[in-house]
């Protein structure tokens, strides 16, 4: 594996260079509320459309007593149309009530603790960690589970399984920068349904474990 994941990896990184998802973008500031509530409208969110709503929300909020400061109704109208906006806005409250009661306002650095924040899973988890705080995670979404599985890297049946594989697996050097890669990769060649194989430039890393119909 560490040969293939190398190769894999430095491909990815000259393929996407001039490319940068939302919540990349963001983690540059090195803001972990900002990474975490980027993150939380991320969800089921195409990343332009994330790009955009953080843009408005952090104009108007950027700290946790700043967003409390906005009603519900304020929330959802800069964050619009991200999916389950309603949803989010009551998210985004709650959370940042606790960080103010909880956590002296300060977003946790701990996966435990980020886990104990309403509706935040595992993957948000380690977006925080690795994006917000620079340490090491291996955050594991959709897009991650489904290449690495199909690259051959993992044999799991789950995102939550796939994380604690790459876990033991996976070279330490390469924790943070395997999301991004991935998940772009994911968005762009390497689909759900009928992957763009003919263009993908790791076509002969992968194994297509899983993939019957190609492009």
């Not at 990815?12 to 993150?39: G, M, Q």
């Not at 003919?198 to 119909?213: D, N, W």
């Amino acid at each position: 594996m560490p040969g293939d994941i190398d190769k894999i990896v430095q491909i990815l990184k000259a393929w996407y260079h001039d490319d940068t998802l939302a919540l990349t973008e963001v983690s540059n500031a090195r803001d972990p509320f900002k990474v975490l509530i980027s993150c939380i409208l991320s969800l089921r969110t195409k990343d332009e459309v994330t790009a955009k709503a953080t843009k408005r929300l952090f104009a108007r909020a950027k700290t946790p007593a700043e967003m409390l400061k906005l009603t519900k109704d304020e929330i959802e109208y800069a964050i619009y149309p991200v999916g389950f906006y309603h949803r989010k806005a009551e998210q985004i409250l709650e959370i940042c009530r606790v960080l103010i009661e909880k956590y002296d306002s300060r977003v946790p650095d701990k996966i435990d603790e980020l886990l104990k924040l309403k509706g935040v899973g595992r993957k948000t988890a380690n977006i925080v960690v690795t994006m917000g705080y620079k340490k090491l995670g291996v955050a594991v979404d959709t897009h991650v589970h489904r290449i690495s599985n199909r690259l051959g890297l993992v044999a799991t049946k789950t995102p939550h399984q796939t994380e604690f594989a790459l876990r033991k697996t996976l070279p330490k050097k390469y924790w943070i920068i395997f999301n991004t890669l991935l998940v772009m990769h994911g968005q762009n060649i390497c689909t759900p349904i009928s992957p763009k194989c003919s263009m993908c430039p790791i076509s002969e890393c992968c194994k297509r474990v899983g993939v019957g119909r190609f492009r």
